[in-house]
């Protein structure tokens, strides 16, 4: 048996400060988890303009999310030198090796792997008095997925509690093919931090009743249109410009 030292009196008071620390920490996680955010958190990051202290959650009123509200974090990666990239499969390779290779818990070595290509588009609302964004995907026939469309309201905001109480759920008739979530998405440099809230609704091939009026986003998104005069309802809702993104997806367990 390895036995340790005993420890002089200095060394003892700073493990029982950790043990209080630690014990802190936990407690923090079990609040965290419950769907309880109080909390004024302030961290100190690097990026390019040097450290800053960021306040993470200005808000101090106490937010309780409801039941099928996830609540999550998402990390926002910059790719840098793109024109060197000669080989986009070998590159994603890269970038998940070195993922399993820093995580205590990440192995996508035994995961099910798919590729889709999706094209993603905006809507216009503006003319339906709304100032939510509104994000189509369609996904395109390829491994897994084809012909599935979803759409998303999202509201932003560097307050979480702005952000997360937003109007943002699916029609009653969609909330079994529906998910929403209150997330705090993080980049490179703490300025760009924000939260936001979204509501998705997912439609299988041949069933996305694609809006062409405000009336219709009603039917999806009624809550965010509350109020809105019987006059708008046939305004028109409008696509704006595509782009193309090819998406990779791990299926397996932590």
């Not at 996904?139 to 109007?167: F, L, M, P, Q, R």
């Not at 809006?211 to 965010?224: G, N, Q, V, W, Y």
């Amino acid at each position: 048996f390895d036995i340790p030292p005993k420890m002089s009196f200095k060394e003892n008071v700073f493990t029982h400060r950790k043990k209080i620390i630690i014990a802190a920490i936990a407690l923090l996680s079990l609040l965290i988890f419950a769907g309880v955010i109080a909390l004024m958190v302030t961290t100190l990051v690097k990026c390019d303009k040097g450290y800053e202290s960021v306040l993470l959650t200005p808000s101090k009123e106490v937010l309780y999310f409801e039941f099928n509200l996830k609540n999550s974090t998402e990390m926002q990666i910059n790719l840098n030198n793109l024109e060197e990239w000669t080989d986009r499969e070998a590159k994603m390779d890269e970038w998940i090796a070195a993922m399993n290779h820093k995580s205590k818990y990440l192995d996508t070595e035994y995961s099910i792997i798919t590729n889709r290509v999706r094209e993603q588009y905006d809507l216009d609302v503006s003319e339906c008095k709304s100032h939510t964004m509104y994000r189509v995907r369609e996904y395109t026939t390829w491994e897994d997925g084809a012909g599935d469309v979803t759409i998303d309201s999202k509201s932003n905001d560097k307050d979480i509690h702005t952000a997360c109480t937003s109007s943002m759920a699916p029609a009653e008739k969609y909330k079994i093919k529906s998910s929403e979530k209150c997330e705090y998405d993080r980049h490179e440099c703490p300025e760009d931090d924000k939260y936001s809230r979204e509501g998705r609704i997912f439609f299988d091939e041949g069933t996305y009743p694609s809006p062409t009026t405000c009336a219709d986003m009603i039917e999806l998104f009624p809550d965010d249109f509350k109020g809105l005069s019987s006059k708008y309802l046939d305004y028109p809702v409008s696509k704006k410009s595509s782009t193309f993104w090819l998406e990779r997806k791990y299926i397996g367990y932590m």
